[in-house]
């Protein structure tokens, strides 16, 4: 009984990036009386089904000059839905369920994520869900390109692009980085697209909130 009353408290909930849900003075972009659509293809067409949101919850240690801990969670509200007439597919996704130090990040490690942002610099979004094949960089660098205050950041963000410069760009914020190495190959989320330069013109890889470095505050949230 008690798992499955775990398992209704996961159901309803959003993983995204703190940026998509506050300011920079940490002030609400969103809320109720806002709505979030799921199984979308094509954002600009009526598709989806339509949940009202309850409230969204920025990681309580986002700092935004720095980007770090740029990780949040959307609570909507499942027994609201509105159904368009092209719904779409909706599943749910696994969090990385292996702890910090339990969880093999290399360079090189194949990840995947999606979005409908831009796709060149200073262009325009995408009218349908793209994904990009990419490589983790090497963590240790990673950790020292992006190190800010101290170790505000250590072990807090992955790193990846991929040798065509595919990336992340602006708009994918939120989204989400997916690998499926582990051995039940299930696709599991171990990073949110959180910031970048210049999409793919520069060779530096888009930044990444790592999962597994804020799990407790996700367990305790749900």
Known sequence: AASDVYKRQREGWILTAAHCVVDKDKKPLIGKGHRIRLGVHNPGDEEGISYPILRAIPHPTYHEPSRAY?????????????????????????????????????????????????????????????????????????????????DLLQDALLCASAADRQQACDGDSGGPLVTYGDADKIPTVIGVVSAGTDCGTTGVPTRYTRVAKVRGWIEDVL
């Open 70 to 150: 740029d990780i949040a969670l959307i609570q909507i509200d499942t027994r609201a839905a509105s159904r368009s007439d092209y719904p779409g597919m909706i599943a749910r996704i696994r969090l990385d369920p292996l702890p910090l130090e339990k969880r093999p990040i290399r360079g090189g490690m194949p990840v995947y994520t999606f979005g409908w942002g831009l796709e060149t610099v200073g262009g325009q979004a995408s009218d349908v869900l793209k994904g990009a094949k990419m490589q983790i960089e090497d963590p240790a660098a990673c950790t020292a390109r992006t190190r800010f205050r101290g």
